[in-house]
Every structure is written in structure tokens, then in C-alpha cells.
């Protein structure tokens, strides 16, 4: 069975901070890898999609990384800032399947 | 721009009833699904289609029924609502399959329905 795993499931960073949240799986067989962003009571926002033949995508302060033999993706967040608080979950295609994990949630404060 | 919009917000059913969640997307997508969201679990497939008149089973498909008349419209019915139905449900679309293309998927805000 295919699985996506993050940890932490939260992280408290102050703001300014550069962090990184993780992302495991299970299959190094991945078609493409998805970072998403959840604010509380919304749906997801798509942040960045990284294929199986890309190493890493950015996007201003987001960059996302694909490392399929060790089977990780790590989302680095440049100078992190308050509304970047949220959860960040990423989702792995993998033989046809999409597989979510269940999120980091985000706090940075003031 | 509407994007992918999910109606309603919120509801409530006692068990036994039955209800559709209204998904439309106004993007031209190909490709949509219904995932369920419940805590420490992630989200799950329920169901999902290609194109119009194509549906097919996701994860966790029982007590739910899809049906896809338009490439616009994806509404999920549930048959005879249950406890265990409880839940976060989200519709999302993408242009050439969320399952194996390499397109993103864009999501609706959700419906968040309790059963009692």
C-alpha cells in the first residue's frame, strides 16, 4: 500500500524564519509530486507540481524538491511570514494513484 | 472566475436520508473527483471522472453514488446517509487527469456535512 507520510504534523516558526516541511513515500515509481496549501475551513490551493523528471520547482518564495531514491520532497519557505500559517500537505501520483498525506500545519508568529 | 464551486457549505441529515453535494467547474476540465477529508487520515477518493458519461470508483466508493451528464457538473449523492459519513468533502477538477497527468488540481471550499 502506498504511503505518504509528513512529519511534523505542526511546526511554530518566528517570523523571518526559513523552514522546511517533508514529505515521504513509499514508492520511488512516482509520476509527480503536488504541494498544497489548506487554510482553515477552505479547500486546497495547488502550490507547486514537481514531474518525476524535474528535481525541484519555484515559485517566489517556494521551492519544492523531488529526490525519488530516497523516496522525500521537502517544501523550503524563504523569510516566512504570518500569513504563511496554514497546513501544507503534499500528494504523490504514483501507478495511476493520487495519495495525500495528512498535512503539516503551519504557525508563524509575529 | 469561479474556479470549482461546491454547494452547500454546510448540512446537516439525520440517518437514513439521502442528499446530492453540487460540484461545477467553470475551467473546461476534463478530469474531476470527490475526496473526503476526516482528521489524521488525509484525504480519500470516493469517486472520479474522466470526461462526461465516464465515472468510476475511487478508495472508498460505498454509500455514494456519482453520475457526470456535463463536462461542467459532478454531483455526489449520497443514498442513505450513515454515522461513519461524517466528514469534509471536497470536489476538484484538473485539465488531463489528476490521476497520472501532470496537471494540478484545483479544489472547491468544501462541504462540511454531519450526520446524526
Known amino acids: 500500500k502506498q504511503e505518504v507520510t509528513q512529519i511534523p504534523a505542526a511546526l511554530s516558526v518566528p517570523e523571518g524564519e526559513n523552514l522546511v516541511l517533508n514529505c515521504s513515500f513509499t514508492d520511488s515509481a512516482i509520476y509527480n509530486l503536488q504541494w498544497f496549501r489548506q487554510d482553515p475551513g477552505k479547500g486546497l490551493t495547488s502550490l507547486l507540481l514537481i514531474q518525476s523528471s524535474q528535481r525541484e520547482q519555484t515559485s517566489g518564495r517556494l521551492n519544492a524538491s523531488l529526490d525519488k531514491s530516497s523516496g522525500r520532497s521537502t517544501l523550503y519557505i524563504a523569510a516566512s511570514q504570518p500569513g504563511d500559517s496554514a497546513t501544507y500537505l503534499c500528494a504523490a501520483t504514483i501507478s495511476g494513484k493520487l495519495t495525500f498525506g495528512t498535512g503539516t500545519r503551519l504557525q508563524v508568529t509575529l | 472566475n469561479a474556479g470549482v464551486t461546491q454547494t452547500p457549505k454546510f448540512q446537516v441529515l439525520k440517518t437514513g436520508q439521502s442528499m446530492t453535494l453540487q460540484c461545477a467547474q467553470d475551467?473546461?476540465?476534463?478530469?474531476m473527483s470527490w475526496y473526503r477529508q476526516d482528521p489524521g487520515m488525509g484525504l480519500r477518493l470516493i469517486h472520479y471522472s474522466v470526461g462526461a458519461g465516464i465515472t468510476d470508483q475511487g478508495e472508498v466508493p460505498n454509500g455514494y453514488n456519482v453520475s457526470r451528464s456535463t463536462t461542467e457538473d459532478f454531483p455526489l449523492r449520497l443514498l442513505s446517509a450513515a454515522p461513519s459519513q461524517t466528514s469534509v468533502y471536497f470536489c476538484?477538477?484538473?485539465?488531463?487527469?489528476?490521476?497520472?497527468?501532470?496537471?494540478?488540481?484545483?479544489f472547491g471550499n468544501g462541504t462540511r456535512l454531519t450526520v446524526t
Open positions: 475551467m473546461n476540465h476534463e478530469y
Open positions: 476538484a477538477s484538473s485539465t488531463t487527469g489528476g490521476i497520472g497527468g501532470n496537471s494540478p488540481l484545483h
